[in-house]
């Protein structure tokens, strides 16, 4: 079972740093795919980052590569985001999101995605 619950957001200036936190209230996250989203307003959801399973490299969106940073730690059900150089386009609701694994060219999908958080909310401050 997959029960997502987000959190970590929060307020910070232009060039700041956040880690937003995903967890798993159900279970493990060990056989499933986990991504994180992100919509603003009036904007439609649009992909941030994925991974796949702990042992390989996670898959960024190039709107975001470079400046986030996706881990999993198995143990504790978590994943995270640390975003750092933080810009006012980066303002956003962030979902967490999971599915049984998925195969590579599906990873930026969100209809793909069976679990979904309720989000947090990221705003960036010029």
């Known amino acids: 079972q997959v029960h997502l619950v987000e959190s970590g957001g929060g307020l910070v200036p232009t060039g700041g740093s956040l880690r937003l936190s995903c967890i798993n209230s159900e279970g493990t996250f060990d056989s499933y795919t986990v991504a994180w989203f992100r919509q603003a307003p009036g904007k439609e959801r649009e992909f941030v980052a994925a991974n796949r399973r702990s042992d390989e490299r996670p898959y960024y969106s190039d709107s975001v590569k470079g400046r986030v940073t996706m881990s999993r730690d198995n143990a504790a059900n978590a994943v995270y985001l640390q975003m750092s150089s933080l810009r006012v386009e980066d303002t956003a609701v962030y979902y967490c999101?999971?599915?049984?694994?998925?195969?590579?060219?599906?990873?930026?999908?969100?209809?793909?995605?069976?679990?979904w958080g309720r989000g947090t909310q990221v705003t960036v401050s010029s």
């Open positions: 999101a999971s599915a049984p694994r998925l195969i590579w060219s599906a990873l930026g999908l969100s209809t793909q995605y069976h679990y």
